[in-house]
């Protein structure tokens, strides 16, 4: 018995779809799968995404590069974190494509690989990582000859359409790149969403893949059941779990599941946020232990087998309101103790 989360890998094809629909069809759709696919399973995702025809990936550090399961000779693999020290032979023997993000890699990479394909990253104002543009215009010229294979920004504000800073990006972006003769790529989901101005020639979602915000047409894709352990009665003046943080006023009945902080349900959920049962909501009583959670299952007429986290009635992105956090952080914090159920657009299960 052990809590199983169920990845719709068909879903998540169809989310790719969509979002490669809403460019225009000489503008190429990548994807972002970074931190093992946003914590879904990389190697599963990935040939998920070949099925619908992705060709492009983008990782954060080398390692998730060689960890993207059996490419296509067609494919290529970008590292957003460029050239790190000690990254050399990664990058060189796996053919991996460094998304150089400062002038000192720049450097470094010119004098070790000097033969290696490359991108750049220009920082646009997010001033998180990337090339200053300016530095980018006073090189230009040395910078194209070297024949980088793609451009990139990222723009800070783009799920928040109304956002001024999207377009200031977006006209230094256009400045910088003009007339460079090299593929450029400005928006991840929330670019897309922007509209043809931020597309340029590749586009390259995350999250929305994954089902979440801002990409509200998305499907959801995952679904986490977590089993039931014990089921209890309990009396008034009863107190539940750690810090004996909630008291009972009645007669209730607690079910403890197997689960916790520990498989990054967040501690924070503890009293604010409910399990379900079908579509019964099941409230959190107490805190939320390393390992288990205390539910309280009074309104249901069985014992249930388990009780659902994350589903039908409640999506990564509601949780993640709940937790004051984001979908990205309730994906990326998906235990490793699960059982991870994988289904395929063929119909096929693959249980992790
Ligand atoms: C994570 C990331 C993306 C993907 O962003 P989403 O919001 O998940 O679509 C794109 N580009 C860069 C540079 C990133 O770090």
């Known amino acids: ?12 094809a169809d989310n790719w779809r969509d979002l490669d629909g809403m460019s225009a069809a000489n503008v190429e759709t990548a994807a972002v799968v970074k931190a093992n696919a946003y914590g879904l ?17 983008f990782v954060a550090l080398a390692e998730e590069g060689l960890a993207l399961g059996e490419l296509h000779d067609d494919c290529r693999v970008f590292v957003f974190s460029g050239y790190l020290e000690g990254d050399r032979d990664l990058i060189a023997d796996n053919n991996l494509v460094p998304v150089l993000c400062s002038p000192d890699q720049v450097r470094r990479f010119f004098d070790d690989l000097p ?5 750049l990253q220009l920082d646009t104002g997010m001033n998180r990582l990337g090339i200053p543009d300016s530095w980018f215009i006073s090189h230009r010229r040395q910078l194209l000859e070297a024949r980088p294979e793609l451009i990139v920004s990222h ?21 910088a790149t003009q007339g460079v003769g090299v593929s450029r790529s400005l928006a991840a989901t929330g670019g897309i969403l922007l509209g043809s101005d931020y597309h340029f020639e590749l586009c390259r979602p995350g999250i929305g893949i ?24 309990i009396s008034p003046g009863d107190s539940v779990g750690y810090g004996a943080t909630w008291r009972a006023s009645d007669r209730r009945r607690i079910a403890t599941v ?3 902080y520990a498989d990054g349900i967040f501690r924070h959920l503890g009293n604010t946020s409910c399990l379900y049962s079908g579509p019964v909501p099941c409230p959190v009583l107490g805190r939320i232990s390393m390992d288990l959670i205390t539910v309280d299952v009074s309104g249901l007429q069985a014992e249930p087998d388990y009780l659902q986290l994350l589903g039908p009635n409640q999506s990564v992105d509601s949780l993640a309101e709940n937790a004051s956090t984001i979908g990205y952080e309730v994906l990326t914090r998906l235990g ?3 059982d991870r159920v994988y289904k395929f657009a063929s119909g096929r299960t693959r249980i992790e």
Do not use: K
């Open 210 to 233: 994954y089902g979440c915000l801002p990409f509200v047409a998305g499907r959801s894709v995952v679904n986490l059941n977590l089993p039931v352990v014990q089921v209890m009665e």
């Open 336 to 338: 490793r103790r699960y």
């Open 155 to 175: 723009l800070a504000c783009a799920d928040e359409p109304d956002n001024s800073m999207n377009r200031r990006q977006l006209e230094r972006f256009g400045v």
């Open 115 to 119: 033969d290696h394909r490359f991108a």
């Open 258 to 260: 197997l689960s916790g």
């Open 41 to 57: 399973g990389a190697p599963e995702v990935v040939e998920a995404l070949l099925g619908a025809g992705a060709r492009t990936f």
């Open 1 to 12: 018995m052990r809590a199983r989360l169920e990845i719709d890998l068909s879903g998540l």
